[in-house]
């Protein structure tokens, strides 16, 4: 097994992305309906087909055509000399064929009226395509933050799901172009499983009510137990007041927006700095900007662990510089001088071209000093 793993990666192969809900069952119940017209089918044809045998003894093939065109009605005439027994059998035939073809119209023409059926295919091939989702956000709740949070991450080239219960959400899905998304409540394990939570990156709740937000959130970081997961997601959630922000800090969640919050220090980054404040908007808030400002963390195993910052000479190599050092206790270094150490599980603030930042956290993450920094 382990041998025919290699084999597939290097050969890029991959399998095929299962969903956790298939929908088998509900399609399977759907299309019960059409057993008893396909039985009745596969028998009259069985029943002509040895009828012409034993009656007119037409050979096998001869006598299974005979069937076929008879039961269809479709009036290709005999084949053969048909005898008078053999003729009567015809006429029953044609008619027996007649009220199973009618029946089956029947039968689909109500099932597709029902629309149960075509939505339950939609909503099955929606699940496959989110099944082959990687590092996607999971997005919950509908509202005016969600349409601007999936503008942003649709104009980054980001995947992401959109969770919603209401029962109109299908048309808002459309309406906004929500590329993949599920109807249901977003805490339940339904909406997790869905939404293919199992390969996102993080979840972003967005909830009115910071009651749903809570519900959302412990269900997340319960989901994370049961699969056992290496490296848990990123919950980040809106809060509606300050008191509201540290409970759903306490409760689990990475990140916490406050609307009233940033609103007051944009507009007194503005009021105090407002040329500073145009700059960070025109460098690093629009997506086609050449610079981007981006954390990178240094692991045990990374030849920059122990090392200072004099040593990560990235400016020359990718044209990124560090304005900034966090250390894994929080403690936050400003603009750090060249002799401050880097500790193993310490963050680098980054900024620079996006192009450089990715090449540099290559680099990071390398267990070797690389060469053409020596």
Partial sequence: ??????????????????????????????LAPFRLPLILTVLTMMFGTFGYILIDKMSLLDALYQTG????TVGFGEIAPISDLGRIFTISLIIFGFLVFSAAIGIIVDV????????VMKERRMLYNIARLKKHFVICYH???????TKQLRESHIPFVVIDPRENFDE???????????????HTETAILKSHLSSAKGIITLADNIADNIATIASVRLYEKEIHLRRPFLVISNAPTISDEEKLLKL???????PTNIMAQRINAMAIRPDMENLLQEFLYKQDTPLDMEEARVTRTSWLALKKIKDASFREISNVTIIGLRHKDGQ????????????AGSKLLLIGPSEGIRKTKKIIRKTKKPE???
């Fill in 1 to 30: 097994m382990a041998n025919q793993n290699r084999i597939q990666k290097f050969l890029n192969w991959r399998e095929k992305s299962k969903p956790h809900i298939t929908l088998n069952d509900e399609l399977y119940v759907l």
């Fill in 69 to 72: 065109i008879t039961f269809t």
């Fill in 112 to 119: 597709l009226n029902k629309g149960e059926l075509i939505k």
């Fill in 143 to 149: 509202n005016e933050f969600t349409i601007q949070v």
């Fill in 172 to 186: 808002i899905a459309v309406q906004y172009a929500y590329p993949y998304y599920v109807k249901a409540e977003p």
């Fill in 252 to 258: 689990g969640a990475d990140k916490v927006v406050t």
């Fill in 332 to 343: 936050f270094i400003p603009m750090p001088k060249g002799d401050t150490t880097i500790t």
């Fill in 372 to 374: 053409e920094m020596m």
